[in-house]
Structure formats: structure tokens, C-alpha cells
């Protein structure tokens, strides 16, 4: 198991060098993804491939370790829609370095279909 508690990286935060390692997998997956420049508002998005203005998979990098808080929850929750309406995406993915608890399983289930 790999923990990311102490990721490192050329970024200056853990959760910048754990977008990096995402953005650098999934590239490696697919030749064709890129990456966006998420200060200012990345609108849901943090690597994505095909076109946003057509057929497009969206991934979201959340550096979350430990329990999923309310606030937490929000925030990804606001991704997903914020991704849906600017983007209209077939598929978003979201990236975080934990195993869900069992009552985040379930809160995923309910809260975002």
C-alpha cells in the first residue's frame, strides 16, 4: 500500500504533487490527456480527455486523507456540478488517495448520481 501522507514532488504542497502523480498516471494511460491550470477555477476539472466543446472525460484530483469532512463533501459535490454544467462531461472521475469508509461509500451512492 503507498501511503500519500508524506508525498513529495517538485509542487510546493502535498495535494499539488499528488494532482502532478494523477495527471502523470493517467497520461501514461492516455497519451492524449492534458491538464489544466487550476488557479483562478478549474471548473471541476484537472486532467481531461477529448474536447470540452464535445465528447470529453473529466478528472478531479482532491488531496482528502482521512475522514471525508461536511466541507469536504461540498467541495466535490461543487466539482461534479460544476463540471456537468461548463462541461457536460460522458464521465468525471474523481482521484483522492484513500479507500472509502463504508458511510462515504454511501454517501457517494446517495448524493451523486
Not at 484537472?46 to 467541495?75: A, M, P, W
Request: glycine share 8%; aromatic share 14%.
Amino acid at each position: 500500500m503507498i501511503s500519500f501522507k508524506e508525498i513529495n514532488g517538485p509542487k510546493f504542497s502535498k495535494g499539488d504533487n499528488f494532482a502532478e502523480l494523477c495527471s502523470m498516471i493517467i497520461s501514461s494511460y492516455y497519451p492524449n490527456a492534458k491538464s489544466i491550470d487550476g488557479r483562478g477555477g478549474d471548473k471541476g476539472v484537472d486532467t481531461f480527455i477529448g474536447e470540452f466543446e464535445g465528447h470529453v472525460q473529466i478528472f478531479q484530483h482532491k488531496y482528502y486523507l482521512n475522514k471525508l469532512t461536511s466541507s469536504q463533501k461540498r467541495h466535490i459535490a461543487a466539482s461534479l456540478l460544476s463540471a456537468c454544467m461548463y462541461h457536460n462531461p460522458y464521465k468525471w472521475i474523481l482521484c483522492i488517495p484513500k479507500n472509502l469508509l463504508p458511510s462515504e461509500q454511501k454517501w457517494f451512492q446517495n448524493n451523486l448520481k
